[in-house]
Protein backbone atom coordinates (compact mmCIF):
# COMPACT_ATOMS: atom_id res chain seq x y z
CA UNK A 1 0.00 0.00 0.00
CA UNK A 2 0.76 3.25 -1.21
CA UNK A 3 -0.04 7.05 -0.02
CA UNK A 4 0.88 9.74 -2.10
CA UNK A 5 0.10 12.97 -0.59
CA UNK A 6 0.97 16.22 -2.10
CA UNK A 7 -0.62 19.61 -2.96
CA UNK A 8 1.07 21.44 0.16
CA UNK A 9 2.63 24.74 -0.11
CA UNK A 10 3.03 28.37 0.95
CA UNK A 11 -0.48 30.50 0.91
CA UNK A 12 -0.90 33.66 2.49
CA UNK A 13 -3.81 33.78 5.09
CA UNK A 14 -7.18 33.68 3.89
CA UNK A 15 -6.08 31.66 0.76
CA UNK A 16 -6.63 28.13 -0.31
CA UNK A 17 -5.06 24.93 -1.04
CA UNK A 18 -5.78 21.39 -2.26
CA UNK A 19 -4.05 18.18 -1.04
CA UNK A 20 -4.88 15.06 -2.69
CA UNK A 21 -4.06 11.41 -1.47
CA UNK A 22 -3.69 8.94 -4.65
CA UNK A 23 -4.05 5.72 -3.07
CA UNK A 24 -1.81 2.18 -4.68
CA UNK A 25 -2.72 -0.91 -3.83
CA UNK A 26 -5.70 -0.40 -1.20
CA UNK A 27 -9.35 0.99 -2.17
CA UNK A 28 -10.44 4.26 -1.08
CA UNK A 29 -13.51 3.58 -1.33
CA UNK A 30 -14.33 0.40 1.53
CA UNK A 31 -11.78 2.18 3.46
CA UNK A 32 -11.79 5.74 5.89
CA UNK A 33 -9.60 7.81 4.70
CA UNK A 34 -8.39 10.84 7.13
CA UNK A 35 -6.23 13.42 6.87
CA UNK A 36 -3.99 14.68 9.63
CA UNK A 37 -1.76 17.42 11.26
CA UNK A 38 1.25 17.84 13.07
CA UNK A 39 2.55 21.43 13.84
CA UNK A 40 6.01 21.77 15.17
CA UNK A 41 6.08 20.29 18.81
CA UNK A 42 2.51 19.59 18.73
CA UNK A 43 0.89 15.84 18.65
CA UNK A 44 -0.62 14.55 15.36
CA UNK A 45 -4.36 15.51 15.10
CA UNK A 46 -7.24 14.50 13.38
CA UNK A 47 -8.12 16.89 10.73
CA UNK A 48 -11.06 15.09 8.77
CA UNK A 49 -11.85 11.72 7.87
CA UNK A 50 -14.41 10.02 5.18
CA UNK A 51 -15.92 6.71 5.67
CA UNK A 52 -16.49 3.97 2.85
CA UNK A 53 -20.52 4.75 2.94
CA UNK A 54 -19.04 8.54 2.54
CA UNK A 55 -20.13 10.26 5.96
CA UNK A 56 -18.03 12.88 6.61
CA UNK A 57 -16.11 14.07 9.61
CA UNK A 58 -14.45 17.23 11.00
CA UNK A 59 -12.16 18.84 13.74
CA UNK A 60 -14.06 21.46 15.25
CA UNK A 61 -11.13 23.99 13.90
CA UNK A 62 -11.65 23.31 10.42
CA UNK A 63 -15.46 23.22 10.41
CA UNK A 64 -16.98 24.94 7.38
CA UNK A 65 -13.40 25.78 6.11
CA UNK A 66 -12.01 22.63 5.21
CA UNK A 67 -13.74 20.01 2.77
CA UNK A 68 -12.84 16.83 2.44
CA UNK A 69 -13.89 14.49 -0.35
CA UNK A 70 -13.25 11.26 -2.52
CA UNK A 71 -12.58 10.39 -6.34
CA UNK A 72 -12.88 6.65 -6.71
CA UNK A 73 -12.23 6.41 -10.57
CA UNK A 74 -8.87 8.16 -9.47
CA UNK A 75 -8.50 6.25 -6.14
CA UNK A 76 -7.40 9.87 -4.93
CA UNK A 77 -8.99 11.48 -1.72
CA UNK A 78 -8.72 15.25 -1.54
CA UNK A 79 -8.90 17.76 1.12
CA UNK A 80 -10.25 21.29 -0.07
CA UNK A 81 -9.13 23.56 2.57
CA UNK A 82 -10.10 27.41 2.30
CA UNK A 83 -9.77 30.36 4.77
CA UNK A 84 -6.68 29.48 5.12
CA UNK A 85 -5.24 30.78 8.86
CA UNK A 86 -1.62 30.77 10.69
CA UNK A 87 -2.45 28.06 13.21
CA UNK A 88 -3.48 25.51 9.75
CA UNK A 89 0.65 25.67 9.37
CA UNK A 90 1.56 21.83 9.82
CA UNK A 91 2.24 18.63 8.29
CA UNK A 92 -0.40 17.26 6.56
CA UNK A 93 -0.65 13.48 6.72
CA UNK A 94 -3.27 10.82 4.81
CA UNK A 95 -3.70 7.90 6.41
CA UNK A 96 -6.11 4.83 5.17
CA UNK A 97 -8.00 2.35 7.62
CA UNK A 98 -9.04 -1.36 6.51
CA UNK A 99 -10.56 -3.55 9.04
CA UNK A 100 -7.24 -3.68 11.72
CA UNK A 101 -4.66 -2.30 9.14
CA UNK A 102 -3.90 1.71 9.27
CA UNK A 103 -1.59 2.74 6.17
CA UNK A 104 0.49 6.26 6.39
CA UNK A 105 1.11 8.48 3.68
CA UNK A 106 4.11 11.16 3.44
CA UNK A 107 3.29 13.95 5.12
CA UNK A 108 3.12 17.28 2.59
CA UNK A 109 3.96 20.74 4.41
CA UNK A 110 1.33 23.46 4.21
CA UNK A 111 2.83 26.67 5.56
CA UNK A 112 0.27 29.93 6.16
CA UNK A 113 1.98 33.27 6.23
CA UNK A 114 0.10 36.15 8.07
Known amino acids: VQLQASGGGLVQAGGSLRLSCAAS????????VGWYRQAPGKQRDLVAD???????HYADSVKRRFTISRDNTKNTVYLQMNSLKPEDTAVYFC?????????WGQGTLVTVSS
Open 25 to 32: GIIVSIAT
Open 50 to 56: ITRDGGT
Open 95 to 103: TVKLLASNY
